[in-house]
Antibody, heavy 119, light 106 residues
């Protein structure tokens, strides 16, 4: 069974930093592209970032470019999102999401971790 | 970015009803259109990919159609477990989602 378990969320002040982690199990993590997708409270879904299986392709939404960094450690079956210069509008549940092949079709999702940016 | 517009934003229906949700892209996306179901407090679940392909394990009462800019998701006979919010998403370019359609009990 595919499992994606996020951690690292919490309360952070505007301008602060936070690092999210996602541990994968139940599939060959090193062969899949991965993503972060977020959802502000009561709002819709927003794709945040993509990383290919070997980390040679990385993309970001314009809203986070230059502030967030996605990375992965295939030896640890782990995906990360380093978030800095956080803003109120970054408050959301952040989901770790697996892509089908190289496409951004999101076939498996973690349970999410809540990031709250507030003073 | 490609904008995705869903309609309606919400609807009320009864068990057994046929329900159709539409999604329009701001430019052509071929068949690079996916549908997700999200229940309160839960992560989204992939239902349909490539406009009309049913994800493994998803009941056959769900179906998708369309190409280019206009797409639809149909639930042939609404079941109690189908009351949820549905999102379309394009995977043609940088992924974007529609605003969601909440399906409520009449």
């Amino acid at each position: 069974e595919v499992q994606l378990v996020e951690s690292g969320g919490g309360l952070v002040q505007p301008g602060g930093s936070l690092r999210l982690s996602c541990v994968a199990s139940g599939f060959a993590f090193s062969t899949y592209s991965m993503n972060w997708v977020r959802q502000a409270p009561g709002k819709g879904l927003e794709w945040v970032s993509y990383i290919s299986s070997s980390s040679d392709s990385i993309y970001y939404a314009d809203s986070v470019k230059g502030r967030f960094t996605i990375s992965r450690d295939n030896a640890k079956n782990s995906l990360y999102l380093q978030m800095s210069s956080l803003r109120d509008e970054d408050t959301a549940v952040y989901y770790c999401v697996r892509s089908v092949a190289t496409a951004t079709v999101f076939d498996s999702w973690g349970q999410g971790t809540l990031v709250t940016v507030s003073s | 970015d490609i904008q995705m517009t869903q309609s309606p934003s919400s609807l009320s229906a009864s068990v057994g009803d046929r329900v159709t949700i539409t999604c329009r892209a701001s430019q052509t996306i071929s068949i690079y259109l996916n549908w997700y179901q999200q229940k309160p407090g839960k992560a989204p679940k992939l239902l349909i990919y490539a406009a009309s392909s049913l994800q493994s394990g998803v009941p056959s009462r769900f179906s998708g159609s369309g190409s280019g800019t206009d797409f639809s998701l149909t639930i042939s006979s609404l079941q109690p477990e189908d009351f949820a919010t549905y999102y379309c998403q394009q995977s043609y370019t940088t992924p974007t989602f529609g605003g969601g359609t909440k399906v409520e009990i009449k």
